[in-house]
Structures are given as structure tokens and as C-alpha cells.
């Protein structure tokens, strides 16, 4: 536990020089205040583990030092100490919520065991609280509260108790991977094991002995028999995540492992029977690959059974307040230095300023985002300029209207008079969609109010035309257009 920081509030120099010096002889780092006011300050700028508190303080008592404490650092252990203990007192402060009550004059063995127990208490809390985390209620991790996930978090219901396969479609960081989990969770399969394959970032050479496994001997490197993903995660869920990018010679394999729930291992002649419930998922049109010959349509039909479109971060802006304070709640206690387990405020403007941003990145731009605020923060509230800076973005997003139009190409029309009537309306219903996305910026739910139809129905024709909307990396358009 060395390293932690302890803070002791005590008006007494003596005990506050005592107290540091047996403590920093264990390697703890200590920070002392001679009353409540500047203790408070010290807890306010630092991430303290351990607050040795006076009751009899001048300014503010001990005990209104107490609850103040615990109720703005929760996770932060306080011992009490007094020249002047009794009963009643002692028991008023382990209802204020402190850890223990000491006497004075103190004890070194004591002070130093209280020491050890209180900040042990704190990590097991901590990692309690992790625990709960990472195990959360089935489904908790996909926060939101606009209709568009609420869709989402209903499919997932529906869908899990089946043992049906589910192809989960979206932009790169909109929660693909936390879709699939949840719906693991909730299956009949939750206690069985979840494996995950990340298809794009395995070799075309590897992805068929990490898939089925191989035998021994098989190919040079394969000095022992090895399990795939098939066999490892029989029982559960395989999750084939990125599954446009498997080469269609793995896909001509996973096709037929899906359809005898069998597998052959590289290398070897034994039938191995398999019971895994495929989820998979994609950042690419999966409809075009197949019409491009990229991808196989029997295996994309094999796994379209229930389709899942998670929304981008734009198309759900009713959601990026409650994902963003979620996200800097939970990297403010993890974060060190000044702005460690400070709860963060926003101005208003500046809240607007995100709300607008378009959020290329999607939900994982946004965390990544809360990580560097959480880091970063010196206190006080945060304002518009500062998360401009943040975002490396020097003026509102969207910039003006008026001024994007204006700086939209004009409609080829000598182009498309030579063209059929049906290829013309094609053509002109393409620029219309262009000119009034640029108009919005590229986000779908405001152009489709902006021009009077459903979202859904203008993200369709956005991928039957292939246009690729504003403020997307060129890495990312030219995803799409694949």
C-alpha cells in the first residue's frame, strides 16, 4: 500500500508532525492541515486514501469535517482521533461513516494496524466496485435513452432466449462488441463461455487454425495439437466479430461448421462435433459484398437471421449527456492527480458544443474524449473553449448552414439528360441527399427531419447510393464504399 496518500487534519502540530513521521517511515505519502477548511481544500486538489480527522477542530468540527467528506469522497477511508473519547462520540462517528475511533495518546502499533486495515478495506471496495462493473446487469453497459436504442435493448431481449444467430451492424465505436455480450448474458448459454474472434486482425494464413485448431504437424510452426475458437467456445457463444473481412476461403468453413455443427482441425481426419451459437458483426454492407463477390450470400443469409443495427452516436444525440457523465464519473476515481474523484461540471455551452459535435468515432470517440477531461481537469466548471481545444476543433461543429450549401458543387444537369428518365431521378435524388446532408453536417436524424422523412428510410438510401457523409475520415469512406 505504500504510495497512498494520507492526509491528517489535527490542530495540534505535534500530533500532525508525530503522526507524518510514522507514516512516511512506511513509504506513505502524507499531507497535513491544521484545521477542517484546508483539509478540505487538500481532499478538493488530490486523490487522499486515508483522512486521519480530529474531532475538536477549530473553524468547522470534526464530525461536520466527517460527513462533509464522505459525502464528497465516498471512497476516501477516515479514522477519527480525540484526546476527549467517549462512547457517544465514538459512536457518532462510525455512524458518520468513519472507519475507526482512536485515542489519544496514540499508539504506534495501533495507529499503524487501523493504518493497514482501513486502506486494505478501500482497495477491496474498489475492486468490489470494479467487479460490479465489468459484471453489471445484463445490458447495462448499453446506456442510453433515446428511441433508438431503446429499439435495440428490446431486439436484444427478444433475441437472447433463442439460440438463433444474429448479425449486429453498425459504425466502427458505436458498441458492437457490448451488444453481443448482453445477449450472451441473457441467454440460456450465460453460464457457458463467450468467445470472442476479431476477424480483421488475424492473417488470412492463421484465421483457419485459430477458427477450427490444428493437429500436430500440420505446418511448421505447429509443434503441439491446438483447440480453435469453434471447439473452445462449444456450449456458448462464438462471437465472429468484423466478419466482412474474412477471406472467402474461411467463409466456405465457417458455412459448413454452421450447417453440420461440425469441424475438421487443420491436419487432421476426426469429425468434431460442435454446439456454439453464433453472433457476428460488422462495420461494412454486408448486401454490397455479396453483390461484389466479396463476401458469400448463403453464409450472409446463414447469419442475417435477426439483424441488429446499433445507430451512430449522431443519430442518438439524446444520448451523449448521460454516456458522457457515465464516462467521466468512472475515469475521475480512476484518474490521479488534481482532478482524481472530483465530480466534473460542464457549462452549458459547452454541453451544446458536444451535442452538435458529429462524433465520427461514434461512442468510443466519446469515451476516449471523457478519458482526457478526466485527466486534464484542473477544477471549477469546464466551458465551451476547453472541450473545443479537447476535440482540437476551433470553432462550433457544423459551422453555418448556409455557408455549406454555398460551398456545395452545383447539380450536374447536362450530365443526366442524356440518361433515362430512371436513371435521372437516381441521379438527382443522390444530389439532393448530398446537398441536404452537407447542409446538416452529415447527420442523419436532423436531414431527415430537415426534409420530412424517417431516419431509418434516409440511412438506407445514404447506403443504396453510396454517399459518404460529412466530416468521416477518408479510412472510414473508403470502409463504407468496400
Known amino acids: 500500500m505504500s504510495g497512498v496518500r494520507i492526509l491528517i487534519i489535527d490542530d495540534e502540530p505535534g500530533i500532525r508532525c508525530t503522526l507524518a513521521s510514522i507514516l512516511e517511515d512506511e513509504r506513505y505519502k502524507v499531507r497535513t492541515a491544521e484545521d477542517a477548511i484546508r483539509g478540505l481544500e487538500i481532499l478538493d486538489r488530490e486523490s487522499i486514501g486515508l483522512v486521519f480527522l480530529d474531532v475538536l477542530l477549530p473553524n468547522m468540527g470534526g464530525l461536520e469535517a466527517l460527513e462533509k467528506i464522505r459525502g464528497s469522497w465516498p471512497q476516501t477511508e477516515v479514522v477519527m482521533i480525540s484526546g476527549h473519547a467517549n462512547v457517544d462520540m465514538a459512536v457518532r ?117 485459430e477458427l477450427f485448431g490444428h493437429e500436430k504437424g500440420a ?65 461494412k454492407d454486408l448486401e454490397l459484398a455479396c453483390r461484389k463477390g ?47 474523484g472530483k465530480k466534473i461540471e460542464l457549462e452549458d455551452a459547452a454541453l451544446d458544443f458536444l451535442c452538435a459535435y458529429p462524433w465520427p468515432g461514434n461512442v468510443r470517440e466519446l469515451r476516449n474524449f471523457a478519458e482526457r477531461i478526466a485527466i486534464m481537469y484542473q477544477g471549477g466548471k469546464i466551458g465551451e473553449k476547453t472541450v473545443a481545444d479537447f476535440l482540437n476543433k476551433r470553432e462550433a461543429p457544423g459551422g453555418n448552414a448556409e455557408e455549406s450549401a454555398a460551398a456545395f458543387p452545383p447539380f450536374p444537369i447536362h450530365e443526366i439528360l442524356v440518361k433515362d428518365y430512371s436513371k435521372a431521378k437516381e441521379s438527382f435524388e443522390k444530389y439532393y441527399l448530398e446537398f441536404q446532408l452537407a447542409r446538416n453536417h452529415g447527420i442523419i436524424s436532423r436531414t431527415a427531419e430537415a426534409i420530412g422523412i424517417y431516419p431509418s428510410n434516409l440511412h438506407a438510401k445514404v447506403r443504396k447510393y453510396g454517399i459518404s457523409l460529412q466530416r468521416e475520415s477518408s479510412a472510414e469512406q473508403q470502409a463504407n464504399k468496400e
Open 93 to 209: 462517528a462510525v455512524k458518520f461513516g468513519a472507519f475507526d475511533f482512536l485515542e489519544k495518546p496514540l499508539s504506534l502499533d495501533k495507529v499503524l494496524t487501523v493504518c493497514r486495515n482501513a486502506l486494505a478495506v478501500r482497495k477491496l471496495r474498489e475492486e468490489n466496485r470494479d467487479l460490479k462493473k465489468k459484471a453489471g446487469l445484463p445490458g447495462d453497459e448499453i446506456i442510453g435513452i433515446s428511441p433508438e436504442i431503446e429499439e435495440v435493448r428490446a431486439l436484444i431481449r427478444q433475441a437472447a432466449s433463442t439460440d438463433a444467430r444474429i448479425l449486429i451492424c453498425g459504425e466502427n465505436g458505436t458498441g458492437k462488441e457490448l451488444v453481443a455480450r448482453a445477449i450472451h448474458r441473457l441467454s440460456p448459454r450465460s453460464g457457458m463461455p463467450f468467445v470472442e474472434v476479431n476477424c480483421a486482425a488475424i492473417p488470412d494464413t492463421l484465421i483457419e487454425s
Open 219 to 283: 505446418f511448421t510452426d505447429a509443434v503441439a495439437a491446438r483447440k480453435g475458437r469453434f471447439e473452445t467456445a462449444s456450449g456458448g457463444t462464438l462471437f465472429l466479430d468484423e466478419i466482412g473481412d474474412m477471406s472467402l476461403a474461411a467463409q466456405a468453413k465457417v458455412l459448413r461448421a454452421i450447417q453440420e455443427r461440425t469441424i475438421e482441425r487443420i491436419g487432421g481426419e476426426k469429425t468434431i462435433d460442435v454446439d456454439v451459437r453464433i453472433l457476428a458483426a460488422t462495420n
Open 294 to 340: 466479396r463476401f458469400r450470400q448463403d453464409l450472409y443469409f446463414r447469419l442475417n437471421v435477426i439483424p441488429i443495427w446499433l445507430p451512430s452516436l449522431r443519430e442518438r444525440k439524446a444520448d451523449i449527456p448521460l454516456l458522457l457523465f457515465r464516462f467521466l464519473e468512472e475515469f475521475s476515481e480512476a484518474a490521479s492527480g488534481p482532478g482524481a
